[in-house]
């Protein structure tokens, strides 16, 4: 895409060669995540193999604003262009007024041109307030104080005793440099507990060799054997924890509360100020869990144009049609579920 506009801005399409460029704006911008990075173009291809849209517009040389897009189309699940699938945030991410209007033109004539059913954009913040939307997930962001102590002691009590009970069963959090050899087993048999598909071992692969340092893996052992581990991302001055799971020996050992305080307390050490706990669903578990540990719920404002859809994609667990599939899921062994569990997670995005 090469497209000439008014106010002297182009829309053009992301290539290798300016990933560089892409990812200087999106570290000075105010309204771009770790999730507008350019290397979701690598994993979202790389990884699940649908085919990527990343847009930017730019003004003498001098990128404005940018809108990372994805495709997904599925038999099952239906046809939708998002920004940015397997991600909490995206949309776009603009300096100028002219630069987000030409990327969401760009983007509604791409959407048309493909023939999805619908076009996403996944906003911390409202923007197409004629859209459809979907008042189903929040998001849960705290500041961090610059003490590492004070943090512990603004966790409610009742939390807080759930952290000191793991510090006394002996738990311990090391960081794994390399790999995901601890994490995912743990991950993997976490997931299927909750009768949800399993991503890739594969994938986890390829977002730490894209992100590098800021991907890491901390993984908590009791006695050398893991409880429970977790892969977050560092953005700027903020800590994502994204991916997470337990042991059955978790919820003996506070395995959970334990691993989360030492990435808070961790990413404290590091000068971090912001601590992104994720998307929940309202209504679920880890909805309450941690709103437990003092974060307040915020809005996360996804927006949907339909195109050949007839309405809002339902992939929500929570729903009933979807029950019976997850007791199913629960019973069948965890070996025959990681080979499956990819094949079925990639198009829900």
């Given at each position: 895409?090469?497209?000439?506009?008014?106010?002297?801005?182009?829309?053009?399409?992301?290539?290798?060669?300016?990933?560089?460029?892409?990812?200087?704006?999106?570290?000075?911008?105010?309204?771009?995540?770790?999730?507008?990075?350019?290397?979701?173009?690598?994993?979202?291809?790389?990884?699940?193999?649908?085919?990527?849209?990343?847009?930017?517009?730019?003004?003498?040389?001098?990128?404005?604003?940018?809108?990372?897009?994805?495709?997904?189309?599925?038999?099952?699940?239906?046809?939708?262009?998002?920004?940015?699938?397997?991600?909490?945030?995206?949309?776009?991410?603009?300096?100028?007024?002219?630069?987000?209007?030409?990327?969401?033109?760009?983007?509604?004539?791409?959407?048309?041109?493909?023939?999805?059913?619908?076009?996403?954009?996944?906003?911390?913040?409202?923007?197409?307030?004629?859209?459809?939307?979907?008042?189903?997930?929040?998001?849960?962001?705290?500041?961090?104080?610059?003490?590492?102590?004070?943090?512990?002691?603004?966790?409610?009590?009742?939390?807080?005793?759930?952290?000191?009970?793991?510090?006394?069963?002996?738990?311990?959090?090391?960081?794994?440099?390399?790999?995901?050899?601890?994490?995912?087993?743990?991950?993997?048999?976490?997931?299927?507990?909750?009768?949800?598909?399993?991503f890739s071992q594969r994938y986890f692969r390829i977002l730490r060799e894209v992100f590098g340092a800021d991907c890491e893996v901390m993984t908590v052992t009791k006695d050398g054997r893991p409880v429970s581990s977790v892969m977050s991302f560092y953005f700027r001055d903020e800590v994502l924890p994204y991916y997470g799971g337990s042991t059955g020996e978790a919820r003996e050992t506070a395995g959970n509360d334990f691993m989360y305080w030492e990435l808070m307390r961790r990413a404290c050490e590091r000068g971090c100020k912001v601590f992104d706990y994720g998307r929940s669903k309202r209504g679920s578990g880890s909805f309450d869990f941690k709103k437990n540990w003092g974060f307040e719920p915020q809005p996360l404002h996804y927006e949907y144009k339909l195109y050949r859809a007839k309405g809002v994609p339902d992939h929500n667990p929570m729903s009933p049609k979807y029950q019976l599939f997850i007791r199913l899921w629960q019973k069948m062994p965890l070996a025959l579920a990681n080979l499956i569990g990819p094949h079925i997670v990639k198009n829900l995005g």
């Open positions: 895409m090469n497209a000439a506009a008014p106010f002297g801005i182009v829309v053009r399409e992301l290539e290798p060669f300016d990933f560089g460029r892409w990812d200087a704006f999106v570290a000075d911008c105010d309204e771009a995540t770790f999730f507008h990075r350019a290397g979701w173009k690598s994993v979202i291809e790389r990884a699940f193999g649908h085919r990527t849209h990343f847009l930017y517009a730019e003004a003498d040389g001098q990128i404005e604003g940018i809108l990372p897009l994805a495709e997904v189309r599925s038999r099952l699940f239906g046809h939708g262009l998002v920004a940015l699938p397997f991600c909490v945030y995206g949309g776009i991410a603009a300096e100028s007024a002219p630069a987000r209007l030409l990327l969401d033109q760009a983007a509604q004539e791409l959407a048309a041109k493909l023939g999805v059913g619908h076009l996403e954009y996944r906003n911390l913040a409202p923007r197409n307030t004629d859209w459809h939307g979907k008042d189903l997930y929040v998001t849960f962001r705290k500041a961090l104080d610059p003490q590492v102590e004070q943090n512990l002691a603004n966790i409610p009590r009742k939390q807080r005793a759930m952290v000191r009970k793991g510090v006394k069963a002996g738990l311990v959090s090391e960081t794994d440099e390399t790999g995901v050899d601890r994490f995912f087993p743990v991950y993997a048999a976490s997931v299927h507990r909750l009768g949800t598909p399993v």
